[in-house]
């Protein structure tokens, strides 16, 4: 069940649906996740971060993410989540992922363009789908000096110069934990979407973003939403939970169970909000 990001990106614009982006770091977050995708029969996208990469390393996050695909009962996307270099997005087009992302949006935009541009040349030769991003999405980013936003003629001009496949705009959100109230200007979703013919537009930065602003992003053309921080804080808090009533634990296996199932219950909450419950098309 390991697909193709470019075939998944494709039925959930057409369906109008958003598939759930999940990051993981070890085998127990990616059990949750796929576990959910399976119970509500979801397509699915596990992610692999460059921090992710840097702390548990590049083989062993290949070897659970593509392991967990194949064997998976829905289709699953296995993504380089804000890949930030030309080598790193060639070292996972090469060992299995089938999309990537070619983060390049803190540079000029046509220097944006230019590294996209050359990670799309060789992961569709494969078939793997590449995602880029434009605008400022704050946060993990820092703060934007000028109007953070993405202008709708300027994702137009991106997506026919890169051949980028799906695009991260800047709407509102931020990346990490929020710091103030949430805004999110649906109407220039509306209007990137109208701009760039249809094609699949992606929303990072949605941790603790109430779920009803989520799912209004989808109905205006969001098709991939990414998901991170929340799963991990609700596993901690089961894992704090545990450790409070059993002080004297050691037993990594008995913490990590109620771990998973926690994470399993948000991801599975995320995975309803995008609209995704029912649409494995392959079972």
């Known amino acids: 069940m390991l697909v193709s990001g470019i075939q ?56 659970l993410g593509v392991g967990a695909a194949e064997r998976a009962r829905v289709p699953v996307v296995l993504h380089l989540d804000h890949g930030k270099d030309l080598s790193l997005n060639v ?102 979407k109208a701009a760039v013919g249809g094609r699949p537009l992606v929303l990072h930065g949605t941790s603790f973003v109430p779920l009803e602003m989520v799912a209004q992003a989808i109905d205006c053309g969001i098709n991939k939403v990414n998901f991170d921080s929340e799963l991990k804080m609700a596993g901690m808090k089961a894992i704090r939970s ?10 990594l296996r008995k913490m990590n169970r109620p771990m998973m199932a926690a994470m399993k219950e948000v991801a599975m909450e995320k995975i309803r909000i995008c609209k995704a419950e029912g649409k494995a098309w392959l079972k």
């Open 91 to 192: 070292q996972c087009i090469r060992y299995g992922w089938t999309s990537v992302m070619m983060d390049a949006s803190l540079l000029p935009f046509e220097e944006n363009v230019s590294a996209v541009r050359e990670v799309t040349r060789a992961a569709h030769c494969l078939d793997i789908s590449v995602e880029a991003e434009l605008g400022f999405i704050g946060g993990k980013e820092g703060d934007a000096a000028n109007d953070p936003y993405t202008l709708p003629e300027d994702a137009k001009r991106f997506f026919e110069e890169s051949g980028c496949d799906s695009l991260a705009v800047a709407v509102g959100t931020q990346h990490g934990l929020y710091k103030g109230e949430v805004k999110i200007d649906y109407q220039r979703i509306r209007d990137i």
């Open 8 to 63: 998944a990106l494709r039925i959930a614009a057409e369906e109008g649906y958003a598939l759930p982006a999940i990051n993981y770091i070890n085998m127990e977050h990616l059990t949750a996740i796929i576990a959910a995708a399976e119970e509500l029969e979801a397509p699915i996208i596990i992610q692999t971060s460059q921090n992710a990469i840097d702390y548990a390393g590049f083989e062993y996050l290949r070897d």
């Open 242 to 251: 545990y450790l409070a009533e059993n002080p004297d634990a050691y037993d």
